[in-house]
């Protein structure tokens, strides 16, 4: 499981490949598997809990924590790959969905902060994978990655913004909103600090969490 980022990302495009190293030579589908893994840990260390969010809102706000630092991990993995490479990566990109399916069902259902209903680790996975989507299309430009997190989060906020403030009145919405987007730029910091730890090759800990980004 793979994604990631570096110190200059916001401004290196995705087409400055970096020298070969000897992490770099692993088999492809090795290193995306780690960096997918990496980029679940990260996910399950911060787990959003905005209590002022409806359940709803908790849901697509953790979908897309995980799609924008799959993104990360993605950008990781193909600003480090040959040419011959980004092909298998891209299509291993499109199963992104049914990697926080499994790692939902497994790992995090029990510690959500709200009650999960029948499906909810398929419609998470099916959510989690529209950032990665929409990202692809934005690397092959070539786009900066701080450029790929904010458009591909502003698309996804723009697609789901009435069910952010589903059952809320006209006078609550604007600061359910103002709530999503906290923790909305929340999810965008944790993707740039995981990107840099990739490129660092650091393994996602519990300790970076708790002492912040």
């Not at 291993?92 to 049914?98: A, F």
Request: glycine fraction near 8%.
């Amino acid at each position: 499981m793979n994604l990631g980022l570096s110190a200059d990302a916001g401004t290196a495009g995705p087409l400055e490949k970096p020298k070969y190293s000897e992490a770099t030579m692993r088999p492809i589908r090795q290193r995306t598997d780690e960096a997918f893994s990496q980029a679940l840990k990260c996910v399950g260390f911060r787990l959003p809990t905005d209590p002022e969010l409806k359940p709803r809102a908790v849901q697509l706000a953790l979908a897309e924590r995980y799609g924008l630092i799959g993104v990360a991990a993605a950008h990781h993995l193909l600003t480090s790959s040959t040419e011959r490479e980004e092909e298998q990566i891209l299509v291993y990109l499109r199963g992104y969905g049914g990697v926080v399916e499994e790692h939902l069902r497994s790992e995090l259902l029990d510690r959500l902060p709200f009650a999960p209903l029948p499906g909810l680790a398929q419609l998470i996975g099916m959510l989690a994978r529209e950032p990665m989507i929409a990202y692809i299309p934005l690397y092959r430009r070539p786009c900066p990655l701080d450029l790929c997190l904010q458009t591909v989060s502003d698309e996804y906020f723009a697609a789901h913004r009435e069910e952010i403030a589903l059952g809320s009145n006209w006078f609550t919405r604007r600061s359910l909103y103002r709530q999503y987007k906290h923790v909305e730029l929340q999810s965008l910091c944790y993707a740039r600090g995981f990107f840099e730890r990739r490129q660092a090759g650091l393994e996602e800990v519990k300790e970076i969490a708790l002492l912040g980004e």
